[in-house]
T-cell receptor, first 114, second 114 residues
C-alpha cells in the first residue's frame, strides 16, 4: 500500500530534550516536506526537500533541522524543543517537486513539549 | 502577508444541502488551485484541483468554481453528507514554482448534520 509513515504518532517530552520524528514513504517520490498544523493557522511548511541531499527552508524553519540522505526518509529533528513547538506535525511527499502534483500526507505526529 | 484567504472558518450544513467554501488570492502568478480534505486523526488528502484555463471542474458531488478576474475560487459540495464532515483547505501555487511554495489557506471545518 502506498503510504507516508510517521513515527511516533504521539509524544510528550520536556523542554530541551532532543527528539527526532521519522518519516518514510514507499512511493519513490522525489519531493518530501514537513508541515506543522496549529489551530487557526492552518498548515505551515517547515522544511522541504526536492530530492536526496537537497533541502530548503519553508515558512517556519526556526528550531528545526532536517536531512535527506535517502530518497525514502526525511526525518525532522528538534535539537532543543521548546513549548512553542507543541503542535501537530505532518510529513508529505509527491512524485516531483515541480508543478501541481498531489501531495500525500502521513497521519500526523502530535508533539507536546512541557 | 496572507496570500490566500479562506472563508468561512467553520460551516454547518444540513444533510442534502450545499456546502460552499471560498478562497481569495492576490498574486496573479498562481496557476494551480487544489483543495485538500482532512478527516480527524488523518493527514490532508487531495480532493480536487483546478488550473486557471477552465472556470469549473466537477468530480462527483465536488465542484471547483474559478473566477480569474475576481481572483477567487470556491469549493461546492452538492448533496452534502455527514461523511463529508471534515476540515477543508484551499491552496495556491505559483506558475513554475516548486511544491515548496505551495501556500495553504487556514482551513474550514465543515459539519454536516443528519
Amino acid at each position: 500500500e502506498a503510504q507516508v509513515t510517521q513515527n511516533p504518532r504521539y509524544l510528550i517530552t520536556v523542554t530541551g530534550k532532543k527528539l527526532t520524528v521519522t518519516c518514510s514513504q514507499n512511493m519513490n517520490h522525489e519531493y518530501m516536506s514537513w508541515y506543522r498544523q496549529d489551530p487557526g493557522l492552518g498548515l505551515r511548511q517547515i522544511y522541504y526537500s526536492m530530492n536526496v541531499e537537497v533541502t530548503d527552508k519553508g515558512d517556519v524553519p526556526e528550531g528545526y533541522k532536517v536531512s535527506r540522505k535517502e530518497k525514502r526518509n526525511f526525518p525532522l529533528i528538534l535539537e532543543s524543543p521548546s513549548p512553542n513547538q507543541t503542535s501537530l506535525y505532518f510529513c508529505a511527499s509527491s512524485l516531483t517537486g515541480w508543478g501541481g502534483q498531489p501531495q500525500h500526507f502521513g497521519d500526523g505526529t502530535r508533539l507536546s513539549i512541557l | 502577508q496572507q496570500q490566500v484567504k479562506q472563508s468561512p472558518q467553520s460551516l454547518i450544513v444540513q444533510k442534502g444541502g450545499i456546502s460552499i467554501i471560498n478562497c481569495a488570492y492576490e498574486n496573479t502568478a498562481f496557476d494551480y488551485f487544489p483543495w485538500y480534505q482532512q478527516f480527524p486523526g488523518k493527514g490532508p488528502a487531495l480532493l480536487i484541483a483546478i488550473r486557471p484555463d477552465v472556470s469549473e471542474k466537477k468530480e462527483g458531488r465536488f465542484t471547483i468554481s474559478f473566477n480569474k478576474s475576481a481572483k477567487q475560487f470556491s469549493l461546492h459540495i452538492m448533496d452534502s453528507q455527514p461523511g463529508d464532515s471534515a476540515t477543508y483547505f484551499c491552496a495556491v501555487l505559483e506558475a513554475g514554482g516548486s511544491q515548496g511554495n505551495l501556500i495553504f489557506g487556514k482551513g474550514t471545518k465543515l459539519s454536516v448534520k443528519p
